[in-house]
């Protein structure tokens, strides 16, 4: 089986290659990235030498580029990572989340109709479900709960999610959606919550925390993320959306006193800053679907997933400084200096 996985040079889609490379060591992956700021050819190193694995550098929205990708690959099933994923960035500027996150998907689609494929896979998120309120631990969101939106960035992963649906009820396209909570492990870029708190506090910088840090989260490790896409591709019913997540929910400020703890630093460290627009209160999965129907849950506790992840980044300390003292560094700036 030939896979392409786009957006491979980010957080998820690396650690998937990985994932796949190990698990299905027969089948050959072609990783499509545009190596936006976030992405990052140096995290996909461990795979460079594998002969099952080859990288082309394009945008997910250029028609021709991607027609051309298919001709040549003729990949049997196409994983979509491919996206703008930082809602701060989606407030400041939306535009590119509506190009690569809709357009792109869009554009990826109509090759897998041109050029035929077995299995299209939508790599979703939670925040399409919009949130859940803090005062009720009951609810969760199932794959029944309505679609609605809070950021530019959930509303066009919304989007890309109906195209898909409408992609296959109308053209016949085998797609599959997964929707998962927000993911932490290895290879995160620094501006998400987890990294940026770990990377802050070894250089004893302030940690910026939302509000007050009572909004909450469904940490998910990002393995047992990449597992469940494997056992979808596998068994996954096409037609059909699965959440991926559950039952790890923190609040951000649990979060970050965990790191602190495990970092041996000060909670004198966190600065409370102005909220985010528009923020989600709570996101919490109910896994019962995927669990169900392909015997998936996830394995990693939080406990263990946070002690690896910080494991991690003071191992690869190269991997991260290299990003946060480039231009990184300005986006900083502009978005923490006088919040
Ligand atoms: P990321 O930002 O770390 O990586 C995105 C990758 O996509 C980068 O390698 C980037 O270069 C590439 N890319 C961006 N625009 C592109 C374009 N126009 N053409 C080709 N490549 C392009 O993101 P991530 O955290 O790995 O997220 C991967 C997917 O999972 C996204 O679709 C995201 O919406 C979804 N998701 C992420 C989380 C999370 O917690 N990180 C949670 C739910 C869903
Ligand atoms: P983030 O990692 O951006 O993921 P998402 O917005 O997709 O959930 O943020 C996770 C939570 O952490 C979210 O509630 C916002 C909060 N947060 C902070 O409090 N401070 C920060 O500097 C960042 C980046 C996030």
């Given at each position: 089986?030939?896979?392409?996985?786009?957006?491979?040079?980010?957080?998820?889609?690396?650690?998937?290659?990985?994932?796949?490379?190990?698990?299905?060591?027969?089948?050959?992956?072609?990783?499509?990235?545009?190596?936006?700021?976030?992405?990052?050819?140096?995290?996909?190193?461990?795979?460079?030498?594998?002969?099952?694995?080859?990288?082309?550098?394009?945008?997910?929205?250029?028609?021709?580029?991607?027609?051309?990708?298919?001709?040549?690959?003729?990949?049997?099933?196409?994983?979509?990572?491919?996206?703008?994923?930082?809602?701060?960035?989606?407030?400041?500027?939306?535009?590119?989340?509506?190009?690569?996150?809709?357009i792109g998907t869009q554009v990826l689609m109509d090759a897998c109709n041109k050029f035929g494929i077995s299995r299209f896979h939508q790599v979703g998120t939670d925040?399409?479900?919009?949130?859940?309120?803090?005062?009720?631990?009951?609810?969760?969101?199932?794959?029944?709960?309505?679609?609605?939106?809070?950021?530019?960035?959930?509303?066009?992963?919304?989007?890309?999610?109906?195209?898909?649906?409408?992609?296959?009820?109308?053209?016949?396209?085998?797609?599959?959606?997964?929707?998962?909570?927000?993911?932490?492990?290895?290879?995160?870029?620094?501006?998400?919550?987890?990294?940026?708190?770990?990377?802050?506090?070894?250089?004893?910088?302030?940690?910026?925390?939302?509000?007050?840090?009572?909004?909450?989260?469904?940490?998910?490790?990002?393995?047992?993320?990449?597992?469940?896409?494997?056992?979808?591709?596998?068994?996954?019913?096409?037609?059909?959306?699965?959440?991926?997540?559950?039952?790890?929910?923190?609040?951000?400020?649990?979060?970050?006193?965990?790191?602190?703890?495990?970092?041996?630093?000060?909670?004198?460290?966190?600065?409370?800053?102005?909220?985010?627009?528009?923020?989600?209160?709570?996101?919490?999965?109910?896994?019962?679907?995927?669990?169900?129907?392909?015997?998936?849950?996830?394995?990693?506790?939080?406990?263990?997933?946070?002690?690896?992840?910080?494991?991690?980044?003071?191992?690869?300390?190269?991997?991260?400084?290299?990003?946060?003292?480039?231009?990184?560094?300005?986006?900083?700036?502009?978005?923490?200096?006088?919040?």
């Open positions: 089986m030939k896979l392409l996985v786009t957006g491979g040079a980010g957080f998820i889609g690396a650690n998937f290659i990985f994932h796949m490379l190990d698990a299905h060591p027969d089948d050959e992956i072609v990783c499509l990235d545009a190596l936006t700021y976030a992405g990052n050819l140096e995290t996909l190193e461990p795979a460079a030498d594998n002969p099952n694995f080859t990288f082309v550098k394009a945008d997910v929205a250029d028609r021709e580029a991607v027609y051309g990708i298919f001709e040549k690959e003729k990949p049997d099933v196409v994983v979509n990572f491919a996206a703008e994923s930082h809602v701060d960035r989606s407030i400041e500027d939306p535009g590119v989340f509506l190009r690569t996150n809709i925040e399409v479900y919009g949130d859940l309120p803090l005062d009720r631990p009951d609810l969760f969101f199932t794959e029944e709960t309505p679609i609605t939106a809070s950021s530019p960035y959930s509303a066009s992963k919304a989007s890309a999610d109906l195209l898909a649906m409408a992609y296959h009820r109308t053209y016949g396209l085998p797609v599959t959606i997964s929707r998962c909570s927000n993911n932490y492990g290895p290879y995160q870029f620094p501006e998400k919550l987890i990294p940026l708190m770990i990377a802050n506090a070894l250089a004893d910088k302030e940690l910026p925390v939302y509000g007050t840090g009572e909004n909450v989260r469904d940490w998910l490790y990002v393995e047992d993320h990449c597992r469940a896409i494997d056992m979808i591709l596998q068994n996954g019913r096409v037609g059909e959306v699965y959440n991926i997540g559950g039952h790890n929910e923190k609040n951000n400020l649990q979060v970050v006193k965990i790191i602190l703890e495990k970092l041996g630093k000060p909670e004198s460290l966190i600065r409370f800053v102005t909220d985010r627009k528009g923020h989600d209160l709570r996101y919490a999965i109910d896994p019962a679907k995927i669990h169900a129907e392909l015997g998936w849950l996830p394995e990693t506790k939080f406990e263990d997933g946070i002690r690896k992840t910080i494991d991690w980044y003071l191992d690869n300390k190269p991997w991260w400084e290299n990003i946060i003292s480039g231009e990184y560094r300005d986006y900083y700036e502009k978005m923490y200096a006088n919040r």
